[in-house]
């Protein structure tokens, strides 16, 4: 399947800071990249699609203008986290579909102090 | 809507068969499919059904029957390394998952 590659696994920030998070498809072009939103014990929520070269679909109650995503090129979409605070903590993962299946990166644990 | 419903919990011991039930609703449905997913790791994918029946891979299988709404996640010979958190999920405008089932197998 997809190998899909996502830096840093792990990020510690202070309130009011950002953070960019950078998904990478490694052996596959991915017009569409799934972003995921996990608290600990939890399902897997939808935060948005991003589509390449164009704007990503934001799921309900998600935020466009804090969770900034780009898709610009077939191999990369970022997920920033724009002035990160205590309640955005929680497991970022992203991934791609190829053959209605889902591969994902390996996530990102985001603190917010 | 979109709607997934599992156990939130099973336990079984090595070498045991589990079966993990998904019940869903869902719009423009095209499939279900299985993740795995370890303590602190990223999901892994188990198993996908486009159509009714009964797919098989190694100890996995996984069945689904549409009119019934309803899948299952069929794991044989348990070992260890099974214990983990497993979700369905729904494959129509996108992948909705179901809430998990974590399952613990003990010696």
């Known amino acids: 399947g997809a190998v899909v590659s996502q830096h840093p696994s792990w990020v510690i920030c202070k309130s009011g800071t950002s953070v960019k998070i950078e998904c990478r498809s490694l052996d596959f072009q991915a017009t569409t990249m799934f972003w995921y939103r996990q608290f600990p014990k939890q399902s897997l929520m939808l935060m948005a699609t991003?589509?390449?070269?164009?704007?990503?679909?934001?799921e309900q109650g998600v935020e466009k203008d804090k969770f900034l995503i780009n898709h610009a090129s077939l191999t990369l979409s970022t997920l920033t986290v724009t002035s990160a605070h205590p309640e955005d903590s929680s497991f970022y993962i992203c991934s791609v579909v190829q053959a209605e299946k889902l591969f994902f990166g390996s996530g990102t644990q985001l603190s917010v102090l | 809507g979109q709607s997934l419903e599992q156990p939130s919990e099973v336990t079984a011991v090595e070498g045991a068969i589990v079966q993990i039930n998904c019940t869903y609703q869902?719009?423009?449905?095209?499939?279900l499919s299985w993740y795995q997913q370890h303590d602190g790791g990223a999901p892994t994918f188990l198993s996908y059904?486009?159509?009714?029946g009964l797919e098989e891979t190694g100890r996995f299988s996984s069945f689904l029957s549409r009119s019934d709404s309803y899948g299952y996640l069929l794991l044989q010979e348990l070992q260890m390394k099974d214990s983990a958190s497993y979700f369905c999920a729904a494959y129509g405008q996108n992948f909705v998952f179901g809430p998990g089932t974590r399952l613990s197998v003990l010696p």
């Open positions: 869902t719009s423009g449905f095209y499939g």
């Open positions: 991003s589509n390449e070269g164009s704007k990503a679909t934001y």
């Open positions: 059904n486009g159509l009714d």
